[in-house]
């Protein structure tokens, strides 16, 4: 165990107990103390250097091992021959241990030695993972500077892992879930410099690669995160967007499609398909192969079949909004899908609105996507 602050030296848990020529016995607990604060892959390095077993499992302090993690990790290594074995993790939220048979909210499964998907994320595995001693002294160890500023920041195992398998290392992940992994706000993965991140994961690949193609490694990283970060961007404007359609759905619509008193602020015709004595929805007409309306107790639905998925099905009416001034308009509706493939992601599902304006311009191609959901 390494802590830092205090005076260097070493002790084990009983006092005045010693193995040979004043080493530790077989498993002592053996604490290390750095006077000064160092970086974390010197730490590690540090804590590797003082031991003296076949195997490292390095255990960050705010990480639970899971009670058969060393027992099925020694044994994965001895049946394999492997430097590396990186284990599954569970996610722990909170500051409290996991309880007996508590459930995971998350779980993350390393890959293991795939350079192609590990160039561009982290697949390798987690620090917590069972490494061959001798192979972590002969590839110099983690990282042991800390980045420009004096600052730390994650990557450490990514770039250590993709070094390992490089240099030929045998890197196997282990599909069982061996610790649990702490989700902390104030955790160093929260605060890292994602600069420096991702400068010290591409120093692996830039030592073994020739130095003209550096340019070419560095472009297309950087091409890959622009893509997530704009992932990323979408992701929380959609999201922005459905948590702001669920507030107008609970506060209006719900009332609005069901037939309340709001009802006289709906400025479509029928807006229950109520059919007329010739069996028509009136106010609806036919868009495309047209519709159909399935009649129950309570209510009535429009109803649109597309077997192939590709013939157009649809009901359509023209509204006329005579506003004196520019007012927002809610356009909403209900639906559920059966039988829809792939399911959420049929862009044509939708609810469209074309507007015309008075001064003779048009807005058209309004689009609000259905989810594609079996429930109303």
């Not at 690669?209 to 990283?221: F, I, K, N």
């Amino acid at each position: 165990m390494l802590e830092q602050g205090g005076s260097e030296g070493t002790r084990w848990p009983r006092e005045g107990e010693k193995g040979d020529r004043g080493s530790p016995p077989a498993g002592a607990l053996i604490r290390v103390r750095s006077q000064e604060r160092i970086a974390l892959g010197a730490a590690r390095n540090l804590a590797a250097k003082r031991s003296r077993g076949e195997y490292l499992l390095f255990m960050d302090d705010d990480n639970v091992a899971k009670p058969n993690e060393v027992t099925a990790l020694v044994t994965a290594a001895r049946a394999t021959g492997a430097s590396i074995l990186a284990p599954a993790n569970d996610y722990l939220h909170g500051s409290r241990p996991p309880r007996k048979g508590q459930s995971s909210r998350g779980r993350w499964a390393p890959m293991g030695a795939s350079l192609a998907v590990g160039f561009f994320k982290d697949c390798f595995g987690d620090s917590n993972s069972l490494v061959k001693r001798s192979a972590l002294l002969e590839l110099g160890g983690f990282a042991s500077q800390f980045e420009s500023g004096h600052q730390d920041s994650t990557g450490e195992d990514w770039e250590f892992f993709a070094a390992a398998v490089m240099s030929g290392h045998r890197l196997l992940a282990v599909p069982f879930s061996l610790f649990w992994y702490r989700l902390s706000p104030g955790s160093l993965v929260h605060s890292t410099s994602q600069h420096l991140y991702r400068e010290r994961t591409l120093r692996p690949f830039l030592a073994f690669a020739p130095p003209a193609l550096e340019p070419v490694l560095r472009t297309t990283r950087a091409t890959y995160f622009d893509i997530q970060r704009e992932s990323v961007r979408q992701r929380s404007r959609e999201k922005e967007v459905g948590d702001t359609q669920d507030v107008m759905k609970a506060v209006v619509c719900k009332e609005t499609v069901s037939g309340s008193h709001l009802d006289g602020l709906n400025e479509v015709a029928n807006a229950h398909f109520d059919i007329d004595v010739d069996g028509k929805a009136s106010g609806w007409e036919p868009f495309g192969e047209g519709f159909g309306v399935e009649r129950t107790k309570d209510s009535n639905f429009l109803t649109l079949q597309s077997p192939d998925g590709e013939s157009v099905f649809g009901a359509q009416q023209k509204v006329w909004i005579r506003q004196a001034q520019p007012e927002p308009l809610l356009v909403a509706a209900r639906s559920r899908a059966r039988s829809m493939f792939p399911r959420g992601q049929w862009e044509g599902y939708t609810l469209y609105l074309d507007v015309e304006h008075t001064d003779g311009s048009s807005s058209y191609g309004y689009q609000v996507v259905f989810p594609g959901n079996p429930v109303w």
